[in-house]
């Protein structure tokens, strides 16, 4: 998340991702901090960073449409020791956005006040394109002629509510989908489960990091894996858990991700609601797992056993469980004990 707010901002100023540096975050600098829980992360922290940094954009792009028709010899670096020139003043707050994309423009993602854009690390006129001034040029005249370079920005996304005893309203702003194919091998002597395949495809609409979406996709998929099927909950008679950590149960290893592992985003460019026409990804690839549980059951329903009726495999589905699922017969004693 830090990696996608700081290439928002990055963007926004026309600056490169390496002159930009998140700070931790804390309820002292912000009260209204929340978990990034149901990947609303980006969704709610890029927005509001957004916000704030279009807020001061304006305030420079102002500054710049002054600076653009004033000799250098009269900027404040040359006259603020003098005090010969009285210092510009531009408007406040002058973007007051509500929906993640006000202001915007759709194909860029940024916005733009007074026709000014920021570029490469420069600032121009759309009208005179030729005529730039550096962006820390024109940082320092903001810092010279006293106009703030800090703002602060608070993003509730607009149009969401719930009521959970009616059961009506609308709780999501959009859908995150995607849909995998896995192939499955497993062993007849062990129940092992070798996943050789999978292929994802996935809805993430305009992402701002593909590079970063990508590697969440294959991460939360291997995450799942091991949810259906090595990751089983132990318990002990008095009820304490007891696979209570990677020490005590099997996580996935570099070993069992899928030997031909590929994935791919769908072009979409309709989720206009949300920041840049973005969708959240740090959870629903996760739930494409159930891809690799179901074709463990699609390898089984090859054995006599299950021609007439469905594997009964519960997840996880474990080494343990397969080889009870491959030969129910030479576990039949264990499963009539008490």
């Given at each position: 998340?830090?990696?996608?707010?700081?290439?928002?901002?990055?963007?926004?100023?026309?600056?490169?991702?390496?002159?930009?540096?998140?700070?931790?975050?804390?309820?002292?600098?912000?009260?209204?901090?929340?978990?990034?829980?149901?990947?609303?992360?980006?969704?709610?922290?890029?927005?509001?960073?957004?916000?704030?940094?279009?807020?001061?954009?304006?305030?420079?792009?102002?500054?710049?449409?002054?600076?653009?028709?004033?000799?250098?010899e009269k900027w404040a670096y040359n006259t603020a020791p003098h005090g010969t020139h009285k210092e510009i003043e531009v408007s406040q707050n002058m973007y007051?956005?509500?929906?993640?994309?006000?202001?915007?423009?759709?194909?860029?993602?940024?916005?733009?006040?007074?026709?000014?854009?920021?570029?490469?690390?420069?600032?121009?006129?759309?009208?005179?394109?030729?005529?730039?001034?550096?962006?820390?040029?024109?940082?320092?005249?903001?810092?010279?002629?006293?106009?703030?370079?800090?703002?602060?920005?608070?993003?509730?996304?607009?149009?969401?509510?719930?009521?959970?005893?009616?059961?009506?309203?609308?709780?999501?702003?959009?859908?995150?989908?995607?849909?995998?194919?896995?192939?499955?091998?497993?062993?007849?002597?062990?129940?092992?489960?070798?996943?050789?395949?999978?292929?994802?495809?996935?809805?993430?609409?305009?992402?701002?990091?593909?590079?970063?979406?990508?590697?969440?996709?294959?991460?939360?998929?291997?995450?799942?894996?091991?949810?259906?099927?090595?990751?089983?909950?132990?318990?002990?008679?008095?009820?304490?858990?007891?696979?209570?950590?990677?020490?005590?149960?099997?996580?996935?290893?570099?070993?069992?991700?899928?030997?031909?592992?590929?994935?791919?985003?769908?072009?979409?460019?309709?989720?206009?609601?949300?920041?840049?026409?973005?969708?959240?990804?740090?959870?629903?690839?996760?739930?494409?797992?159930?891809?690799?549980?179901?074709?463990?059951?699609?390898?089984?329903?090859?054995?006599?056993?299950?021609?007439?009726?469905?594997?009964?495999?519960?997840?996880?589905?474990?080494?343990?469980?397969?080889?009870?699922?491959?030969?129910?017969?030479?576990?039949?004693?264990?499963?009539?004990?008490?």
């Amino acid at each position: 998340m830090n990696a996608r707010v700081a290439q928002l901002v990055a963007e926004e100023l026309g600056l490169t991702r390496d002159q930009v540096r998140v700070m931790p975050t804390s309820t002292d600098r912000n009260a209204n901090t929340s978990p990034t829980a149901a990947s609303s992360g980006t969704d709610i922290n890029g927005a509001a960073a957004a916000f704030a940094v279009r807020k001061i954009k304006a305030r420079l792009s102002e500054l710049a449409l002054y600076l653009m028709d004033l000799p250098q010899e009269k900027w404040a670096y040359n006259t603020a020791p003098h005090g010969t020139h009285k210092e510009i003043e531009v408007s406040q707050n002058m973007y007051a956005g509500t929906k993640a994309n006000d202001g915007a423009d759709w194909m860029t993602g940024r916005a733009s006040f007074f026709d000014i854009e920021f570029e490469n690390g420069e600032v121009f006129s759309k009208k005179n394109p030729g005529h730039r001034i550096k962006f820390t040029e024109l940082v320092n005249e903001a810092y010279l002629n006293r106009i703030s370079l800090s703002d602060f920005a608070h993003y509730r996304i607009p149009g969401l509510g719930f009521n959970k005893v009616a059961g009506q309203g609308r709780a999501f702003l959009y859908y995150t989908q995607g849909v995998a194919a896995s192939e499955v091998e497993l062993d007849p002597s062990t129940g092992e489960v070798k996943v050789t395949r999978t292929d994802i495809l996935m809805d993430l609409g305009r992402p701002i990091n593909e590079g970063l979406d990508l590697g969440q996709v294959f991460g939360g998929f291997i995450q799942g894996m091991g949810w259906v099927t090595t990751e089983n909950l132990f318990y002990s008679k008095d009820g304490l858990l007891l696979s209570h950590s990677p020490s005590t149960y099997k996580i996935p290893n570099i070993q069992d991700i899928p030997r031909t592992f590929r994935a791919a985003l769908l072009p979409n460019d309709e989720n206009k609601e949300n920041l840049r026409g973005t969708k959240a990804v740090g959870e629903p690839p996760l739930l494409l797992c159930l891809s690799v549980w179901t074709a463990i059951h699609d390898a089984l329903k090859g054995l006599p056993q299950y021609k007439s009726a469905y594997p009964n495999l519960t997840l996880p589905a474990t080494a343990e469980r397969v080889l009870r699922a491959m030969a129910p017969e030479k576990f039949a004693k264990w499963e009539t004990q008490p």
